[in-house]
């Protein structure tokens, strides 16, 4: 109900006292608590703790709990424990700061038992000295509860961030994820109950902001032949998976004004499967929260849901061990050594041990990949990707763990998920790759997240608006498909792609219209019709207010810059780009983009100051050394962009891009024996980059090697086989050769 008031935990267990029971104690309950005795597990009897030379230490003040540490000034001092923030397998706690902010201390404590390696205080960032100055020391951007936590760890959470005075006033109903936080405001069901107002209006659906009723009536019979369970009546939303999905997904907010039961990508931007997060099969490398992994997995596309496993109000698993799958799976058939070839009882006898893995995050938490995939040591063998089986054999190898599962079974299980492939393909540009990626967009079997991962990485290779990818993702019935048929335009000329995206301007989900918004951006609106032309500039406004909803953070100011800057407002681009970097100083895209801002308009001069500047806070960011590097060689400086460029090349050779840039600068200052090598040096590791070897061929041309020109232009001519430039330059060359 869209008038409804929240009323809290108490009013809810004065008729729910069984699910209040449940709720209390669970990790839903304790997410986060006021310092006291009876919430503070830490040891705060004169406890110290040695990190990077920084001697932190532990102490009570009266019935204030109190660390003694380096502040935003690197010098020790004195602060109180406001909050506790979680409880198993570790305690955070968050101190209060000038502004409204909480932040999270860097040092936790381990709340396993002794045993276990517990009970003790351990840094977040093992071995690594994190200053003052860095946007992960605990009083640093990076470590602010009122942005990076306090949504998903309190109910009716509102960050209420002032721009203007850079303050906060955050204020929550409840300062736990309670009852409200998953069902939605309560007053209307209250109402209903005790038969006050108009409750009688509200009898349709008992005054509930949205019914998570998903498994009432449902039976999961199991197949006597295959030993699976069919869910009857099938599942008919995902009402259930998107509330968890709010806080159990990796995503970005962009919308404050939460209504439960509408689509998750209304509020948030969830990630995609990208190489940062997760594997190119999809397992989880990156923290992801549950949710983008679970979609993957065959079990979310037959119907089950996370209160399927979980009991939702104590979040325990139904059962004990085995018998969580066992609910839907022939426990003769599976849980037993023919299945799973492991001595019963033994860790490789449990199910989740192979199908969900676990990978640990913040040094202690070990998580279970929810994709809940069959084993394949054999993708490990090709890409590289982990296995189960070789995360318990760690002294075996992928090959070995291939062998064993064909020996066992006769043959290479190949699971659900068939896209490991094809991603990974895309994201190093192999021979094929945007074929394999449009192949898994045209394949409805696959995961819509998969498929979503592949539409956007087609921007890469700059499809047609025209491409029967895009047009198939703009007409998806997943969300997220349809987001990243946006997404893979994103290169392409904004005129060219506007027909296509048009539908999705007026998309049913935010996430959808801001992408097309931001896509189209600098799109002039006489080129499109009155009513499009509406929603091209309601959608925009739906974009520009998300950013000004995360005003408290850098990267939201420099969306804003480059979205003015694509409307041609340069001052505007200008003032947002400069208060990204007043945010954070350290913050490198930013500089990066101001000092593109500044090109443009030929004021190289104000931007080498901000790139010197941020060099100075972020010496180790090789994009501040590339992009003051080819500032330089604008200027015709060449000695010194010569060493910024290599400084880049070498500071991050896994990025191909720094080394071509590196290469033609030698080139152009008359050192092409260096660009060379140090082309053919990069290809090794990046065999497969399009600029390096169209370089590396032109170069060799120059030198007079024309066989080994001949070599890499081949190679061109594999990854693109119809591209006439390309074919022209084959041409050339073997006249050359021949001559």
């Known amino acids: 109900m869209l008038d409804a008031k929240f009323v809290g935990a108490a009013e809810c267990a004065s008729c729910h006292q069984h699910e209040n029971q449940l709720w209390r104690g669970s990790h839903h309950q304790l997410a986060m608590q006021p310092a006291a005795n009876s919430t503070v597990l830490g040891d705060f009897n004169h406890a110290s703790f040695d990190n990077g030379g920084v001697k932190s230490s532990f102490f009570r003040d009266g019935s204030k709990f ?46 396993r038992p002794r045993e276990s390696g517990g009970q003790r205080w351990f840094s977040l960032y093992p071995g690594q000295k994190i200053t003052a100055r860095d946007s992960r020391h605990w009083t640093g951007i990076d470590q602010n509860w009122n942005y990076m936590c306090a949504d998903c760890h309190s109910t009716n959470l509102r960050k209420n961030y002032d721009a203007g005075s850079r303050t906060f006033s955050t204020s929550y109903s409840e300062i736990d994820v309670s009852c409200e936080a998953c069902h939605g405001p309560g007053s209307s069901h209250v109402a209903w109950a005790k038969k006050q107002g108009d409750w009688q209006t509200l009898s349709a659906n008992e005054g ?65 499967l990208d190489e940062d997060h997760y594997f190119p099969d999809g397992q989880i490398k990156e923290e992801d929260y549950e949710y983008g992994s679970f979609s993957e997995s065959k079990m979310f596309h037959a119907g089950v849901t996370c209160s399927d496993c979980h009991e939702p109000h104590s979040s325990r698993l139904r059962a004990q061990g085995n018998g969580v799958c066992a609910q839907c799976h022939s426990a003769q058939k599976y849980d037993s050594a023919a299945h799973h070839f492991h001595k019963a009882g033994s860790a490789g006898a449990r199910c989740v041990e192979c199908h969900m893995p676990t990978r640990t995050y913040m040094v202690v938490d070990a998580r279970r990949d929810h994709s809940i995939r069959i084993p394949r040591p054999d993708l490990s063998v090709k890409l590289g990707t982990p296995n189960a089986c070789t995360n318990c054999h760690a002294d075996k190898p992928a090959q070995w763990a291939s062998d064993s599962v064909n020996k066992w079974y006769g043959h290479t299980p190949d699971g659900f998920q068939h896209f490991a492939e094809a991603l990974k393909a895309g994201s190093v540009g192999a021979p094929s790759a945007q074929q394999s990626l449009e192949g898994l967009v045209a394949d409805l079997e696959q995961p819509a997240i998969a498929r979503a991962t592949a539409l956007s990485m087609l921007a890469t290779f700059v499809p047609s608006a025209t491409d029967a990818a895009v047009h198939a993702g703009v007409r998806d019935d997943w969300s997220l498909v349809r987001r990243a048929s946006a997404h893979a335009l994103s290169n392409t000329d904004p005129a060219a792609s506007s027909n296509t995206l048009i539908p999705l301007l007026s998309d049913p989900v935010r996430s959808v219209r801001i992408e097309a918004a931001e896509v189209l951006a600098g799109l002039p609106a ?95 960011d090789p994009s501040l050394d590339e992009a003051l590097g080819l500032l330089m060689v604008r200027q015709k400086r060449g000695a010194q962009a010569l060493e910024l460029l290599g400084d880049a090349a070498r500071g991050e050779p896994d990025n191909a891009r720094y080394a071509y840039v590196y290469a033609v600068a030698l080139n152009d200052t008359g050192k092409t024996p260096a660009a060379i090598d140090t082309l053919e040096s990069s290809i090794k590791a990046h065999p ?36 006439p430039e390309i074919r022209e330059m084959l041409k050339q060359l073997r006249e050359h050769s021949h001559g």
């Open 66 to 111: 109190m660390v003694r540490t380096d502040g935003p000034d690197g010098a020790l001092h004195d602060y109180a424990i406001g909050y506790t923030f979680g409880v198993y397998p570790l305690q955070q706690y968050l101190i209060a700061m000038p502004g409204g902010r909480l932040q999270a201390l860097g040092i936790a404590w381990d709340t």
């Open 208 to 272: 509930l902001t949205i019914a998570l009723d998903e498994r009432k009536g449902v039976a999961w019979p199991i197949d006597r032949a295959s030993g699976n369970a069919r869910r009857s009546p099938a599942r008919q939303s995902e009402r259930e998976i998107e509330t968890c999905a709010r806080c159990h997904a990796r995503r970005g907010e962009i919308h404050e004004d939460y209504v439960h039961g509408q689509p998750v990508g209304d509020d948030y931007r969830v990630a995609l």
């Open 526 to 620: 006489n080129n499109l019709p009155a009513d499009v032309g509406a929603a091209f500039s309601r959608a925009t406004d739906e974009y520009i207010s998300a950013q000004k909803l995360n005003a408290d953070r850098p990267e939201a100011h420099m969306n804003l810059g480059l979205l003015y800057a694509k409307e041609n407002h340069l001052d505007k681009a200008e003032a947002e780009l400069r208060t990204a970097l007043s945010i954070d100083p350290s913050f490198a895209p930013g500089a990066v983009n101001l000092a593109d801002l500044y090109r443009v308009q030929n004021r190289d001069d104000e931007g080498e100051r901000v790139l010197k500047d941020a060099l100075s806070r972020s010496p180790e």
């Open 688 to 723: 497969y980059d399009r600029d390096s070897l169209a370089a590396l061929v032109n170069f060799l041309e120059q030198s007079g090697d024309l066989s080994k020109a001949l070599t890499y232009a081949n190679r061109l001519e594999e990854l693109e086989p119809n591209n």
